[in-house]
């Protein structure tokens, strides 16, 4: 389950190792006035949409990596049932990020409050 940390200035990610290798991610650093909007979805792996390139996908169980869909980037990391935070981005690498994260609704007011 990757981590977040979220600062004035930035939103750091940490991905666990294994999350690194299978998604073949690397932890990210997102400057807070990129993050356009954030929520919490209920269900992680069926916000996740679009096709995966490159990454994990266990079907019905977990997504971790890349999820692509007409001109846009995901990076995802969530399992079933499990509720996730959804970042929407501007000038970024990637244009969404989708994690599940410990404390979901926290994290969501964290950032919110930094912005």
């Known amino acids: 389950m990757p981590t977040a940390h979220v600062t004035a200035e930035l939103l750091r990610v940490h991905f666990h190792p294994a999350e690194k290798i ?7 650093e997102i400057p807070i006035t990129a993050v356009r909007s954030v929520d919490v979805v209920p269900d992680g792996l069926r916000a996740a949409v679009g096709i995966r390139a490159p990454g994990l996908g266990v079907p019905g169980l977990r997504k971790i990596g890349t999820w692509r869909r007409k001109k846009r980037k995901t990076v995802v990391a969530v399992r079933r049932g499990r509720p996730a935070l959804r970042l929407t981005l501007a000038h970024a690498t990637y ?3 989708l994690l599940e994260v410990a404390d979901p609704e926290a994290t969501a007011a964290a950032i919110s409050a930094a912005r």
């Open 22 to 28: 299978a998604g073949l991610l690397r932890d990210l």
């Open 95 to 97: 244009d969404a990020l």
